[in-house]
């Protein structure tokens, strides 16, 4: 019973330990993507922006 315990006890902490590798490889390509496109990014917003000023909203 102490051996299935512990079977259960590393299996849970490999997922979540996997869980948060992911989270982490997430994190890194939404970065990743924002520094490449940023220029594009901030004209959209900045184009975005202005229409809603032009518009009075």
Avoid: C, P
């Avoid at 079977?7 to 970065?31: C, F, H, T």
């Avoid at 520094?35 to 809603?52: A, H, Q, R």
Wanted: aromatic share 8%; glycine share 8%.
């Amino acid at each position: 019973m102490k051996r299935l315990r512990t079977k259960i006890a590393i299996l849970l902490g490999n997922k979540r330990g996997m869980e948060m590798v992911q989270v982490a490889i997430l994190v890194a390509i939404a970065v990743a993507v924002g520094i490449i496109f940023k220029s594009s990014i901030v004209d959209f917003v900045n184009k975005i922006f202005g229409k809603l000023n032009a518009a009075n909203f």
